[in-house]
């Protein structure tokens, strides 16, 4: 028998002795699911197009809460607005975990505050919300600094002249730069190397985790952490990132004044000082590193997507774009900037970026959760440390309450009398205890970003509006809007 055949048929046997030992059989009452293969799990059941599609079809036939195994592993999947909201919200302090994402965790390893859980992820959240909140998140200050890289893309798109252009690198040069200067105090220039590398890292890896080799990994990291493959790339810039994050806070290091915090670094460098004594403290250099990588991450590639995704949409449904620059046009007009109080005033724009984040999807199937103790919930028994997926697609899809849920309506958001509806299905931000900490900051981007470029420019795009295609360049944990050319004209 030949040497390779010998190796593959080792790796097998390892394989399997592997998984069969590495994976306990669950205790507990789980919901109901596809009968699992050993170690294969619910493989044959996922669809080709990807995981949501594969749930989407399974919660036909066994509802709204049900098991898959991925791989040798069982996740509760739970599925619509009804069932997300009972669990992250009213059972939020059972389902406050977090689940592990198998193509990250190398890197992260549970620290930092979007990738912990337990005390640890509740000691860096109360302090990561507060020092945002000190920094400015929620008022003028933050404000004051998207309106002012508002103002610097204009001038920006202004040098283009109308010729095409892919949006993607400009739209993550504006979001980035809003969490960098809370984060490192400071802003870049959408030309320094540096800066654009790291924008070139974060759009990398958003795609490669989103692709259907690290969806594969997902089933089965156990083995394949041992081989080649896509979460090889992630981690290498994963760390590349970590390694400038390192830098920076080496020179905040250096040039810490206690007097005058001038960012989140500062501030977390201060409260270890402080804490330096305690040996249980989680303000450690560990935590503080995947924390700034997590914002930073987080911070930039969900708005620049939402906002890339947006401006597409426009471009399909120009009608909708003279709808909101009619809009502007009233409330604004066209000497003076947007800001942040014009938003109660302008109903149809606000419920377009509404229905912009809803029909995006940028993170259907969410960040995994688990829960924290043996949790009882709608009639089954989840043990502790069970993961659970909350299907955010679709709660932004349920048809309970989005009339046309596959199509783009900011009717959507609109009552009766043309004011903006609130509904508990917008959920693109997750819900509960574990919603994402920047939300307010998102949304202030959102409108701002939008608004201003819209009230300075029209957007054409080089390909007819009906052969515009909205189909994700990937989507997995989450969607990478496909690459496309605009055109910004001046108005």
């Known amino acids: 028998m030949e040497a390779s055949v010998l190796l593959l048929l080792a790796l097998l046997v390892g394989f399997l002795l592997f998984m069969v030992r590495g994976h306990p059989k669950p205790r507990g009452h789980l919901p109901p699911g596809p009968r699992p293969l050993p170690l294969l799990g619910n ?18 036939k066994y509802g709204d809460v049900f098991t898959v195994h991925l791989g040798p592993r069982p996740v509760v999947m739970l599925y619509g607005t009804e069932a997300i909201r009972e669990a992250l919200v009213d059972q939020a302090e059972a389902f406050s975990g977090r689940g592990t994402v198998a193509v990250l965790d190398p890197i992260v390893q549970g620290y930092g505050v979007i990738f912990a859980s337990g005390e640890r992820w509740k000691t860096l959240r109360r302090f990561s919300a507060a020092t945002m909140k000190d920094l400015g998140m929620g008022k003028r200050s933050v404000e004051e600094r998207i309106q002012e890289e508002a103002r610097c893309v204009v001038e920006e798109l202004r040098k283009s002249q109308g010729a095409p252009l892919d949006p993607t690198f400009l739209f993550q040069c504006i979001t980035a730069n809003i969490i960098c200067s809370i984060v490192f105090g400071e802003r870049f220039d959408y030309k320094d190397r540096q800066f654009l590398r790291l924008l070139d890292l974060f759009y990398q890896t958003f795609s490669l985790i989103s692709s259907i080799s690290s969806q594969v990994f997902e089933l089965f990291s156990g083995f394949l952490k041992y081989f080649p493959g896509t979460h090889i790339q992630v981690s290498k810039n994963l760390q590349e990132i970590l390694d400038y994050v390192g830098h920076s806070v080496e020179k905040h290091r250096a040039t810490l004044d206690p007097s005058n915090p001038r960012d989140f670094i500062d501030t977390y460098l201060l409260r270890m000082e402080k804490e330096k004594s305690n040996q249980h403290t989680e303000f450690h250099h560990q935590n503080l590193i995947i924390s700034v990588l997590s914002l930073f991450f987080a911070g930039t590639e969900t708005s620049s997507t939402t906002l890339r995704y947006g401006f597409l949409l426009m471009l399909k449904y120009p009608h909708v774009a003279e709808k909101v620059q009619k809009e502007i046009d009233q409330v604004i007009g066209s000497h003076r900037q947007p800001n942040l109080d014009d938003r109660t005033k302008m109903p149809y724009t606000d419920a377009v970026i509404h229905e912009i984040q809803r029909f995006a999807d940028i993170a259907p199937i969410g960040v995994p959760h688990k829960v924290t103790k043996d949790t009882l919930f709608r009639g089954y028994l989840l043990p502790k440390n069970t993961e659970v997926y909350p299907i955010l697609s679709s709660a932004l899809h349920d048809p309970r309450y989005f009339e046309q849920p596959d199509a783009f309506n900011p009717d959507h958001f609109l009552d009766a009398s043309g004011a903006l509806k609130k509904t508990e299905a917008f959920m693109p931000f997750s819900t509960g205890k574990r919603i994402c900490l920047g939300e307010g900051i998102a949304r202030n981007e959102l409108f701002l ?8 420019f029209s957007v054409s795009s080089p390909v007819a509006p009906k052969d515009i295609d909205l189909t994700p360049k990937e989507s997995g944990l989450t969607k990478v809007a496909p690459p496309y050319q605009i055109q910004f004209l001046p108005r």
């Open 43 to 60: 493989l044959l059941q996922m669809d080709r197009k990807g995981p949501l599609n594969s749930f989407i079809q399974l919660q036909k």
């Open 449 to 456: 970003f939008f608004t201003t470029i819209l009230q300075s």
